[in-house]
C-alpha cells in the first residue's frame, strides 16, 4: 500500500477484550470493540491493537490503514495464526516509548519505527508458562491460541456467530512454579495446561467435576488396552512446528508415518 513522509503507527484499544480476540480471530465476527484517536489515518499507516487484559497487552502483529483511512478499518497481511500478545508496559520500554503510552494514541517516525521493530521482536516468543495464571492476558493468550477447534470436544466453535464471545472459553491455570531441579513436570500432565475450549466442554468438566483440563483430555482419549491407564496421548507425525507447545496429551512421533495413533503415558504400549 502506498505510504508517503513520516512513519505513523496508530494504536486502536479494545473495550472488551474477550471479543476483541473472536474479532481478531474471524475477520468476519459482528463485534467492533475497538476505540482509536483518530478516523483520518494516512493510507498504508500501521495499526496495533491493545488489549484492555490486566495488565494491558498489545497484539504483536500490526495491520495497515486501507483506503478508508479509518484505523478501525485496518487490515492483516495474511489471516493471522496463533498471533502473540505482550505485556503493553513491557513493549514501552523495549522500544523507548514508555513515558508516552499511557495516553498516546500514535507514534510518528523513529517512535513509529521502534515499537513495530519491539514488537516484531516478540513475535514468536510464545511459551507454554506465559499463559499460566488465571489473569486476562493469559486467558487471552489461550484464547489467542484457538485454531478452529476446542481443544477438549474437537467441535469447532463458529467466531461469526454473534454468540461467539460466550462460547469460546479459556481454561485457567495456576500460575506456574518452577520445579526441583529434578522435577520435569510440564508436558508430562502431571500439571495442568491451559486450553482454548467451548461452552459444551467447560460445562460438561463442571457436570462431571473436572477442575484440571489435563485430566478431562485424558478421558476424552480411549484407555490404554494393556495397562487400562488413562494417560492415553495422541500421536502426531511430521515435523513439529511449535516443539514447547507440544500439549501434555499428545506425542510427537517423528517423522515416519505409521498405523500407531495412541500411545500410553503410563506403560508406554503403543496402538
Ligand atoms: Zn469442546
Ligand atoms: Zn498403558
Not at 165 to 171: F, I, K, P, S, T
Request: hydrophobic share 35%.
Amino acid at each position: 500500500m502506498k505510504h508517503v513522509g513520516d512513519p505513523r503507527l496508530h494504536l486502536v484499544q479494545s473495550t472488551d477484550w474477550k471479543k476483541a480476540v473472536v474479532a481478531l480471530l474471524e475477520p468476519g465476527s459482528p463485534y467492533r470493540p475497538w476505540r482509536c484517536g483518530t478516523t483520518e489515518a494516512q493510507e498504508g499507516d500501521l495499526v496495533a491493537y491493545v488489549l484492555d487484559t490486566d495488565p494491558a497487552s498489545v497484539l504483536t502483529v500490526t495491520a495497515r490503514v486501507g483506503p478508508s483511512r479509518n484505523p478501525l478499518d485496518a487490515t492483516f497481511d495474511r489471516p493471522l495464526y496463533k498471533p502473540t500478545i505482550v505485556e503493553l508496559s513491557t513493549l514501552a520500554a523495549l522500544s523507548g516509548v514508555d513515558f508516552s503510552i499511557a495516553d498516546a494514541w500514535h507514534f510518528s517516525g523513529d517512535d513509529a519505527l521502534r515499537f513495530d521493530r519491539a514488537l516484531d521482536d516478540c513475535r514468536y516468543i510464545s511459551p507454554p508458562t506465559s499463559r499460566f495464571g488465571h489473569n486476562s492476558m493469559a486467558a487471552a493468550r489461550t484464547l489467542l491460541q484457538y485454531c478452529r477447534r476446542c481443544e477438549g470436544c474437537d467441535r469447532s466453535v463458529d467466531l461469526a456467530d454473534a454468540g461467539a464471545r460466550d462460547e469460546l472459553v479459556a481454561h485457567t491455570v495456576d500460575p506456574y512454579v518452577r520445579p526441583a531441579p529434578s522435577e520435569f513436570t510440564l508436558h508430562t500432565g502431571l500439571i495442568d495446561w491451559p486450553a482454548a475450549i467451548c461452552g459444551g466442554c467447560r460445562d460438561r468438566m463442571a457436570a462431571e467435576g473436572f477442575t484440571r483440563f489435563v485430566d478431562f483430555k485424558f478421558v476424552l482419549h480411549p484407555s490404554c488396552p494393556q495397562c487400562g491407564r488413562r494417560r492415553t496421548r495422541e500421536m502426531f507425525y511430521g515435523e513439529p512446528l511449535d516443539p514447547s507447545n507440544i500439549r501434555p496429551w499428545q506425542q510427537a512421533a517423528g517423522c515416519c508415518r505409521a498405523p500407531e495413533k495412541w500411545l500410553c503415558g503410563a506403560c508406554d504400549h503403543e496402538w
